[in-house]
């Protein structure tokens, strides 16, 4: 039988073999493995750990805060704040940044999280999970929210963890993506796979097609020509799937392919999406790149948006690479330049 490599053993490897990560990266992701590993234990419990139900407080977004998203966020934190490998964090559950206390020492990174995304699905027992990002810190004494706002293209390391019927660690350190499946009854997460691809077409797509009307054109022709299927200009049908967990929908098109959509829409013109740049977008868009897969807002690729605000909102447009540069072209189309 071949030997199980545990998420520690691989990077190990990256940092003393390869020599693709520094110590302090590596120990960084061992300790938010093991954030996630204990998020997941409290997912699990659900009812029998009263864990579900709404915290009865709103985020900085006006949104309503289930018990699991503080929990989970007061993991990463306590996790993470006395190993001396981070300098700061930035969570979607919190209004501003978290700075290491002066009582531990602080490292040269930053890292961002959505501790529980797909907070809707919390309470019904269907997948969720956390989704995270690595920058290193600038330059300079000070720190500032100021550091965080790097384009995606600076990230140093990102990945999810998904809660459904296994628990999963998808990760990139950019040199491709592999996978790590929770062992229970070992307690460490085992390398499942490795060098994941995205399939270049596809015949799935995801979107929440209850918000149709509100879409603008090139969104709802793209969608359109998929519903079509074999009668329209497309030629072939199209199935669709939609989670509400974009970790979950992610995961799927990881692997087997598939396209992701939460456009803008008119129901928040000011507004630019609903997912969040930093904590979702820009981790998810890396992963799906170094999958060989695109990332896009429909415009220009999500990677190279600079970002203005920490909670800033995007629409995101990822996944198979001919589906992405299809909607790519229509927005070229619409809006030409
Ligand atoms: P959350 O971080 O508050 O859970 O919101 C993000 C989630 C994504 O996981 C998912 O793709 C989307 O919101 C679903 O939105 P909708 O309920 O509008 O379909
Ligand atoms: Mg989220």
């Not at 073999?17 to 997912?43: F, N, T, Y």
Request: glycine share 8%; charged share 20%.
């Amino acid at each position: 039988m071949a030997k199980s490599i545990s998420l520690t053993r691989y990077l190990v490897e990256q940092q003393r073999v390869d020599g693709l990560i520094p110590s302090q990266l590596r120990l960084l992701l061992e300790v938010v493995a093991r954030a996630c590993k204990s998020i997941s234990h409290s997912v699990n419990k659900g009812a029998l750990g009263e864990v579900l139900g709404s915290a009865g407080s709103e985020n900085v977004q006006g949104e309503i805060q289930k018990k699991l998203d503080i929990i989970a966020n007061e993991v990463l934190i306590e996790a993470n704040e006395w190993g001396g490998h981070l300098a700061a964090m930035a969570s979607e559950e919190m209004d501003g940044i978290y700075q290491v206390p002066n009582r531990y020492p602080r490292g040269e990174y930053l890292l961002l999280f959505d501790p529980l995304d797909g907070s809707s699905n919390i309470d019904v027992n269907v997948s969720i999970g956390t989704i995270f990002s690595v920058l290193l810190k600038p330059e300079g004494p000070q720190l500032a929210e100021q550091d965080f706002l790097q384009a995606g293209s600076q990230q140093v390391a990102a990945g999810y963890c998904v809660y459904g019927p296994q628990t999963t660690l998808v990760l990139t350190v950019g040199h491709g993506v592999a996978m790590f499946t929770l062992d229970r009854e070992q307690g460490s997460f085992v390398l499942t796979q490795e060098d994941v691809r995205i399939p270049e077409d596809t015949q799935e797509f995801a979107i929440n097609m209850s918000n149709m009307r509100h879409w603008d054109a090139p969104t709802t022709r793209y969608i359109q020509e998929c519903l079509q299927g074999r009668d329209g200009p497309r030629g072939k049908d199209f199935n669709m799937r939609w989670i509400a967990s974009m970790v979950a929908d992610v995961h799927r098109i990881l692997t087997r392919g598939g396209v992701f959509l939460y456009p803008w829409d008119k129901r928040e013109p000011n507004q630019a999406g609903k997912l969040r740049l930093m904590y979702e977008a820009n981790p998810m868009a890396w992963l799906v790149e170094q999958a060989g897969g695109g990332a896009t807002n429909g415009h220009r690729r999500i990677l190279d948006i600079a970002p203005a605000q920490l909670h800033q909102r995007v629409s995101v447009v990822l996944g198979s690479k001919n589906e992405v540069e299809r909607v790519t072209q229509y927005y070229a189309q619409a809006t030409p330049a």
